[in-house]
């Protein structure tokens, strides 16, 4: 029997200030740099964004693609393209990581440089960084600007106020907190966000989100699943998730006294295992799901 899986709900207040920050800001950027988790490129797509971003020239990196199917990554770039939004797979461990978005932010903003060329007019090429918590804008601006300028974290939300980064002579990138969705009735998509960490971990039943995951990589990848966690093989109530964590605290021996499972400590390691793509490298969305919107 299937388990009700407990909603998800969020919005913290700064969200709403964010998004009055980045409202005021627009007037002054000539590029929007959006960053999606590659795992979920559909649930990181704040709503909002394309209301705000509709005049704006749009760059699209799918970011941690490397922890994503190569195969959707690949469908998502060519969806995006599609749409009119120049899009790239990004990994910032990638040592041409740094020149080829360099270059696509560069590509996609020439229309605007060429038309103050025209004016006799040498114009630095603003570019706003843009994405939901914890898609990694500050770890991209760091890279592209060679030193630590923006700060980074690993929880949700680090980024708090606008900053301006040179990037070049003729580049400059504004780092933006991250803002979530106000309201996300899809449940499907909300734990999506949970799985990839976009959601503080700490505000949800982190037993709930881990157990939810097991389930859904069991659909993806049943034979990764069973070769990270052995004992996962033998549990025959796929859809329960007392029963998967059950099974991750056999693999694990995280079994205390008295034969208590410590699913607790069983939630966290799957949910750190997979956000450091020890598990399988899986992609939750497609375009199709999209029904042909940009």
């Known amino acids: 029997?299937?388990?009700?899986?407990?909603?998800?709900?969020?919005?913290?207040?700064?969200?709403?200030?964010?998004?009055?920050?980045?409202?005021?800001?627009?007037?002054?950027?000539?590029?929007?740099?959006?960053?999606?988790?590659?795992?979920?490129?559909?649930?990181?797509?704040?709503?909002?964004?394309?209301?705000?971003?509709?005049?704006?020239?749009?760059?699209?990196?799918?970011?941690?693609?490397?922890?994503?199917?190569?195969?959707?990554?690949?469908?998502?770039?060519?969806?995006?393209?599609?749409?009119?939004?120049?899009a790239m797979e990004y990994v910032s461990i990638n040592s041409s990581a740094r020149k080829n978005a360099v270059a696509l932010i560069e590509r996609a903003g020439e229309p605007v440089l060429k038309k103050y060329r025209d004016k006799g007019v040498s114009k630095t090429l603003r570019a706003m960084v843009a994405g939901i918590p914890n898609v990694g804008k500050s770890t991209f601006i760091n890279k592209l600007a060679g030193v630590t300028r923006a700060q980074v974290g690993d929880k949700p939300g680090v980024t708090r106020g606008k900053q301006?980064?040179?990037?070049?002579?003729?580049?400059?990138?504004?780092?933006?907190?991250?803002?979530?969705?106000?309201?996300?009735?899809?449940?499907?998509?909300?734990?999506?966000?949970?799985?990839?960490?976009?959601?503080?971990?700490?505000?949800?039943?982190?037993?709930?989100?881990?157990?939810?995951?097991?389930?859904?990589?069991?659909?993806?990848?049943?034979?990764?699943?069973?070769a990270r966690y052995p004992k996962l093989a033998a549990v025959e109530e796929r859809q329960s998730i007392e029963a998967m964590l059950e099974g991750v605290c056999r693999s694990r021996g995280f079994i205390l006294s008295g034969g208590v499972y410590d699913t607790e400590r069983a939630s966290r390691i799957v949910l750190d295992e997979f956000r450091a793509g020890k598990i399988a490298k899986v992609t939750f969305e497609h375009p199709e799901d999209t029904n042909g919107k940009a």
């Open 1 to 86: 029997m299937e388990e009700r899986r407990t909603a998800i709900n969020w919005y913290p207040g700064h969200m709403a200030k964010a998004k009055r920050m980045l409202e005021e800001d627009l007037k002054l950027i000539d590029v929007i740099v959006e960053i999606v988790d590659a795992r979920a490129p559909l649930a990181c797509r704040n709503p909002d964004f394309e209301s705000l971003f509709k005049n704006k020239i749009r760059v699209m990196l799918l970011n941690k693609s490397d922890l994503a199917s190569p195969a959707a990554n690949k469908e998502w770039a060519a969806y995006f393209k599609a749409h009119g939004v120049s």
């Open 164 to 226: 301006w980064v040179k990037i070049s002579p003729y580049l400059e990138l504004m780092d933006t907190p991250g803002l979530l969705w106000a309201k996300l009735d899809d449940q499907e998509r909300a734990r999506h966000l949970a799985y990839i960490g976009s959601i503080r971990d700490d505000i949800m039943n982190v037993e709930e989100v881990a157990g939810s995951l097991l389930i859904d990589l069991d659909g993806l990848c049943p034979e990764a699943l069973n």
